[in-house]
């Protein structure tokens, strides 16, 4: 049997990888490019600021995308793609988590 506790990380894990795909979907159909940690390092420093929000939501998509990326076409070793799995997902637990706490407190979520 789940565990309501269980339930909830689970429901925190989606809602993180969910929210990453959402903003990195966003950001490609307003800009037509798609996002990179790249941003980081370019234009003027507002933009960077501007960025970073971005960044920091839709960093569990990008890892994994350039995880599978690496995978395919570089051969890339399976304990280096499972570690940043393990990265990409704790990531997401983390923002899901913090979506979750945010909507319980607004009352949206039970």
């Known amino acids: ?10 429901l925190a894990l ?6 990453a795909g959402l903003s990195a979907s966003a950001y490609r159909l307003v800009t037509d490019r798609l996002p990179t940690f790249g941003l980081l390092s370019t234009g003027p ?7 970073l929000p971005l960044l920091i939501v839709s960093a569990p998509f990008l890892i994994m995308r350039n995880t599978l990326l690496g995978r395919r076409q570089e051969s890339r070793r399976f304990e280096f793609v499972f570690l940043a799995t393990l990265i990409a997902g704790f990531w997401s637990l983390m923002s899901g988590l913090g979506l979750v706490m ?8 039970a």
């Open 45 to 51: 420093r507002p933009f960077v600021f501007a960025a």
């Open 102 to 109: 945010t909507l319980q407190a607004c009352g949206l979520f």
């Open 1 to 10: 049997m789940i565990t309501p506790q269980s339930l909830q990380m689970l």
């Open 14 to 19: 989606a809602l993180g990888f969910a929210m």
